[in-house]
């Protein structure tokens, strides 16, 4: 059974800091892997996205503040979420296009949600 596991997410203060973490397990490749967000009331959006060869692609709204990375031996993906606005708080989800077994079709597999909320 293919699992992402996200986690890290809390309550910062704006301007803060905090950092995500996604385990992937049961699959056999990832490809490339993503954060998602969604915040109430809002369509998901694409945060950033990392590349097995560690390509990085990010959202106009996060640039310079967001860092994704990853560890491809240990099937870890990160996300860095530095000067925390007041637009960042959603519910964060993480991606990888990966196949299950080795000669499997290429497919999406999303974790469950971790939630990032600023302290007013």
């Known amino acids: 059974q293919v699992q992402l596991v996200p986690s890290g997410g809390g309550l910062v203060q704006a301007g803060g800091s905090l950092r995500l973490s996604c385990a992937a397990s049961?699959?056999?490749?990832?490809?490339?892997m993503g954060w998602y967000r969604q915040a109430p009331g809002k369509q998901r959006e694409l945060v950033a996205t990392i590349t097995s060869a560690g390509s990085t692609k990010y959202a106009d709204s996060v640039k310079g503040r967001f860092a994704i990375s990853r560890d491809v031996a240990k099937n870890m993906m990160y996300l860095q979420i530095d000067s925390l606005e007041p637009e960042d708080p959603a519910v964060y989800y993480c991606?990888?296009?990966?196949?299950?077994?080795?000669?499997?079709?290429?497919?999406?597999?999303w974790g469950q949600g971790t939630q990032v909320t600023v302290a007013s």
């Open positions: 991606d990888a296009q990966g196949r299950k077994t080795w000669s499997g079709t290429l497919e999406s597999y």
């Open positions: 049961g699959i056999a490749s990832i490809n490339a």
